[in-house]
């Protein structure tokens, strides 16, 4: 929705400041008003979606998309294969972003430091968070700098396994870039699928996925950086990217929208909640204001053992921390802060000089910032425990107290409900019974999402296996499935493989189920008897 306003910011002042100025513009000539109200509406449809729209109105068209987009999944015909290639990409579609949590946390965002300040922790997410999200590796080289070459359409129609005069057809210019409406792509996507050509379908799936839900920029547009991003299939710096500088530019003006993958953003932030019953039911239906302020940093879930082995990226180049390049703009963000969200203790306040703040919009980099960045991300610099020690996810007193001291100097954006309690200062290592009763928490924490993660690829295989049976029983003569020579016996084999995939899952996950309760619960009894 667009409102006749030079501000389009669907304010009431802009809005009748325009009325103003047509009412002014009349006394003249007429004509003056239809000539601007026509420049108006030109430029309000040519402005990106996410630049004029609410927090509230960009979730609802995000929700309204991966309805379009879910459509297609029953396309793909080896969703395990899928996740190999491309990673947690399907999830996403189903993820429900609470538009009040994201409005709220991103109040809390610090632009000093470029991380969330709450009361007395800080949290900041990290690329080694975004990739395990996403299930995409990071690649050892210089993400999407946006200084590539534009594709030609030869190499467009190579990468979707498409007709290059289709490209030529349908490839556009929306507000200054190039792009595919994603009518098209919808179209082209479906009649792949039906035709069950799975190297097309899954190509023009994904580059959909990465243009509209990922990448986002324009309504129904999937431009040419989603394009070269998905070329390359390297996009989590550059989905971390558009996070910070998203955040880092709503906070420079005051509010407005956050133009990144927010899914992503929502399942990053929602992993570090309180794991609670009470805290997920909120009898007391507190606003998430009032919830995020009263807690502290032992109630918020740190650290996953699937990060036991990851080598964290330190520091890129001539900064003492990683720049991070975005399609809007480039900022630094500081994984020293983040030590305790991959399982390492954060002991004091961190020099000044590891926490550099920089940042550039793009468009507005008169010191170069980009190109130092591109040098920056050849030469990645990473630690693992050889140089950042044992593994302990604890949070000293001195560090603690220079995050409270930020808090009260940076004034928190809620009123705080209760006083944070006062940490004691202790030992660097935790007692021996709380490290082992923290081990067994993170163990019955990673079993439940092991029981997840099982459930929700049985029911792909439900899904599947129902979709292959309506091909197989009920229509096995479909004008689609006739394109393939013998797709009757090729849907019969499809079908029994996956029935068997299934069949031996549910095998695997009781006897999991079997060996984790007889392995923990004997020792978490014998650990509470006298």
């Not at 409005?103 to 300040?117: K, R």
């Not at 993400?143 to 467009?156: C, H, K, M, V």
């Not at 394009?227 to 710096?237: A, E, H, K, T």
């Amino acid at each position: 929705m667009f409102v006749i306003g030079f501000d389009l910011d669907l304010s009431v002042d802009s809005f009748e400041l325009s009325l103003a100025v047509l009412d002014f513009l009349s006394l003249f000539d007429p004509r003056l008003v239809l000539v601007v109200l026509f420049l108006m509406f030109k430029f309000a449809f040519q402005v990106p979606l996410v630049a004029n729209s609410s927090l509230r109105t960009c979730i609802a068209l995000l929700d309204s998309i991966c309805i379009e987009l879910r459509n297609l999944t029953s396309y793909v015909l080896d969703p395990l294969g899928f996740k190999a290639r491309y990673g947690k990409l399907l999830p996403l579609l189903t993820t429900q972003v609470d538009e009040g949590l994201m409005s709220t946390l991103a109040q809390f965002y610090d632009p000093l430091y470029h991380c969330f300040s709450f009361p007395d922790f800080q949290l900041l997410p990290t690329l080694e968070e975004y990739s395990h999200l996403i299930g995409i590796p990071i690649l050892d080289q210089v993400p999407f700098s946006g200084l590539e070459s534009i594709p030609t359409a030869r190499e467009i129609a190579n990468l979707l396994h498409i007709d290059e005069d289709l490209i030529r057809a349908n490839l556009t210019t929306k507000g200054g870039i190039q792009g595919f409406p994603s009518e098209f792509l919808i179209a082209q996507a479906t009649f792949y699928g039906k035709a069950m050509s799975e190297d097309a379908f899954e190509a023009l799936f994904v580059l959909l996925i990465y243009g509209l839900v990922l990448f986002p920029n324009f309504d129904k547009f999937v431009d040419m950086n989603a394009i070269r991003i998905f070329s390359v299939l390297n996009p989590v710096p550059t989905l971390l990217g558009d996070a910070y500088v998203s955040l880092h530019l709503r906070n420079a003006k005051g509010g407005g929208v956050i133009v990144c993958c927010l899914p992503l953003l929502y399942k990053w932030f929602i992993s570090h909640l309180p794991q609670t019953v009470a805290f997920k039911e909120n009898k007391g239906c507190l606003r998430w204001s009032q919830r995020l302020m009263s807690l502290t940093n032992d109630d918020i879930t740190w650290y996953d053992r699937v990060y036991d082995t990851v080598q964290i990226i330190d520091y890129c180049g001539e900064f003492p921390n990683v720049p991070l390049l975005g399609t809007c703009g480039g900022i630094s963000y500081n994984p020293i802060l983040a030590r305790r969200q991959l399982g390492f203790p954060l002991k004091d306040k961190p020099h000044n000089i590891l926490l550099e703040g920089v940042f550039f919009q793009e468009g507005k980099d008169p010191q170069g910032l980009k190109a130092r960045f591109v040098r920056a991300w050849r030469s990645i610099h990473k630690k693992s425990r050889n140089e950042l020690g044992p593994k302990n996810c604890i949070a000293l007193e001195p560090y603690t107290s220079w995050v409270r001291q930020r808090a009260a100097v940076y004034l928190m954006p809620y009123d705080h409900p209760r006083p944070t309690p006062l940490d004691v200062a202790g030992p660097s290592t935790l007692p021996t019974q709380r490290v082992e009763e923290l081990r067994e928490e993170d163990l019955s924490r990673a079993w439940i999402r092991e029981r997840e993660e099982l459930l929700q690829q049985l029911k792909e295989k439900d899904a599947m296996i129902e979709f292959l049976e309506h091909r197989v029983i009920d229509d096995p003569n479909d004008t689609w499935t006739s394109l393939l020579p013998q797709s009757s016996k090729f849907w019969k084999r499809r079908y029994d493989r996956l029935a068997k995939e299934k069949a031996d899952m549910e095998a695997a996950y009781e006897r999991e189920i079997k060996k984790l309760c007889t392995s923990r619960f004997p020792a978490s009894r014998a650990s509470r008897d006298p």
